[in-house]
């Protein structure tokens, strides 16, 4: 059986490396997609590691918001945002006509925003733990 310990969130984030860059580094991509699926797959794994989200092939992005939300108490506002991001790849990914990003500035900003809001949020939590 897994043990439950505690980790310091700077340990945490340290932990998880370069895979949580700045949007700053996101805009060096010049192709929409690279810049969508790398930043989002960032989100997905900060929510699945940081605040213990669902994994599985069955779980959508969507679904891990909600439950970082039920279980971390995320803002309206961060959880709208989050949601801005995961609709963005969404439609880019699925939908035939859209295949470039209305505002690469705001979608990076958005992105930057929303990672630094929860990593805030871990940093303030003094109960999190992490499963090893």
């Known amino acids: 059986m897994f043990g439950c310990k505690r980790v310091e969130v700077r340990n945490l984030l340290l932990i998880m490396g370069s895979a949580f860059s700045?949007?700053?580094?996101?805009?060096?991509?010049?192709?929409?997609?690279?810049?969508?699926?790398?930043?989002?797959?960032?989100?997905?794994?900060?929510?699945?590691?940081?605040?213990?989200?669902?994994?599985?092939?069955?779980?959508?992005?969507?679904?891990?918001?909600?439950?970082?939300?039920?279980?971390?108490?995320?803002?309206?506002?961060?959880?709208?945002?989050?949601r801005y991001l995961v609709t963005i790849r969404n439609k880019l990914v699925h939908d035939h006509n859209f295949n470039s990003l209305p505002d690469r500035e705001h979608f990076a900003k958005s992105y930057d925003s929303v990672e630094k809001e929860l990593k805030e949020k871990l940093n303030g939590s003094s109960s999190g733990c992490i499963i090893s």
């Open 22 to 82: 700045s949007s700053s580094s996101y805009l060096q991509y010049k192709n929409d997609y690279e810049l969508v699926i790398r930043s989002t797959k960032d989100l997905e794994h900060l929510l699945e590691t940081g605040f213990n989200a669902p994994s599985g092939k069955n779980i959508g992005l969507h679904d891990k918001i909600t439950a970082a939300q039920n279980s971390h108490g995320l803002s309206h506002d961060t959880v709208k945002k989050l």
